[in-house]
């Protein structure tokens, strides 16, 4: 498939299926790729002459947990769209569940999994939601809402007050610098995250919340090499 798909990029042409025939196109190709093409290229999955037949102008799209500004502006459009498909009646979404919908889940399914949680939410709680108003205004859709439907990031609080209390007092003491201490914490996270998923960056990406380039980049600079955490 690949041979054939770059047979048509690079010399225009194609045969079709129990054809003689060969046609001829000037058709433009736009694709899209969910993981790493660069080390599907190294790895000797994806066409290298392909690659760069495609790679004219790229245009690298962070994950949607990196975007909470278009996070909230989706969810209200995918929030008209359903009530419109389903004829329900208008629909808001509140500021606390706004917020939630922005910083309290990381989207691993980005904009495919935030429209469907929109489309089952306004399905499955329109009726409760018609009861509630704000500003007059009926239609609320709240926190509570979606939280039925997606499991909410969570910490420990305990651990989580004593690490600020350890910190602040290593930098209050004059022990360490906040900036170097923070290099040494982000340092240890991403080994961490490389070695329970073998150093795998997609999934190491996914476990820090972090886009797959952001986390090389950081790599890079700590001097952290992915075939350290590899399997033998």
């Excluded at 996270?189 to 795998?200: M, S, V, W």
Aim: hydrophobic fraction near 35%.
């Amino acid at each position: 498939m690949q041979v054939d798909l770059l047979r048509v990029l690079q010399e225009g042409e194609y045969r079709r299926v129990g054809d003689t025939a060969v046609g001829r196109t000037d058709a433009r190709a736009i694709a899209a790729a969910s993981g790493s093409i660069e080390q599907a290229v190294r790895e000797g999955k994806f066409s290298e002459p392909l690659f760069y037949r495609l790679a004219v102008v790229s245009i690298e799209l962070p994950p949607l947990r990196e975007r909470d500004n278009d996070i909230l502006l989706l969810a209200r459009y995918f929030c008209r769209k359903s009530c419109n498909t389903y004829e329900k009646p208008p629909l808001c979404i509140d500021d606390e569940a706004a917020n939630f919908l922005q910083f309290g889940y990381h989207w691993p399914g980005n904009v495919r999994e935030l429209e469907t949680v929109i489309r089952r939410v306004v399905l499955l709680e329109s009726e409760k939601a018609k009861a509630r108003t704000v500003d007059g205004h009926p239609g609320v859709l709240i926190k509570e809402d979606f939280e039925s439907h997606l499991k909410p990031l969570r910490y420990n609080q305990t651990s989580y007050d004593d690490l600020c209390n350890q910190v602040a007092s290593r930098i209050g003491n004059g022990d360490i610098a906040l900036y170097t201490l923070m290099n040494e914490f982000e340092q240890k996270l991403i080994k961490k995250a490389l070695e329970r998923t073998r150093g795998n960056i997609s999934q190491a990406a996914e476990f820090l919340r972090l886009g797959n380039s952001t986390l090389q980049n950081k790599m890079k600079g700590h001097g952290i090499k992915r075939s350290d955490f590899k399997p033998n």
